[in-house]
Nanobody, 124 residues
């Protein structure tokens, strides 16, 4: 069992930066791949980024590639999403998720555990 708690969301102007954190409980955190997803009002939840258990592999949605960076610190049971050059279209609730598979999935259906989400609002 893994419990996830996101933090770091807030209101930022376009072009600004934010760093989201996701703290995990459970002794097996370092055996899970981790992902970030987001859901804007009236839209389906979409994949943002994922990272393997060892940090050796990452995957990004095309819409955030070059602007967002996913990382993790297994000693702290925490995964991060550094967001730069933010745009109004990045406004959404951001969720972290844990996946027991070795493959970096982009489908939310394949993730096992979810956090409650943190709101990110980017003003123009």
């Amino acid at each position: 069992q893994v419990q996830l708690v996101e933090s770091g969301g807030g209101l930022v102007q376009a072009g600004g930066s934010l760093r989201l954190s996701c703290a995990a409980s459970g002794r097996t955190f370092n055996s899970y791949a981790m992902g970030w997803f987001r859901q804007a009002p009236g839209k389906e939840r979409e994949f943002v980024a994922a990272i393997s258990w060892s940090s050796g592999r990452t995957k990004y949605a095309d819409s955030v590639k070059g602007r967002f960076t996913i990382s993790r610190d297994n000693a702290k049971n925490t995964v991060y999403l550094q967001m730069t050059s933010l745009k109004p279209e990045d406004t959404a609730v951001y969720y972290c998720a844990a996946d027991s598979a070795r493959v970096l999935h982009t489908s939310e259906l394949l993730y096992d555990y979810w956090g409650q989400g943190t709101q990110v609002t980017v003003s123009s």
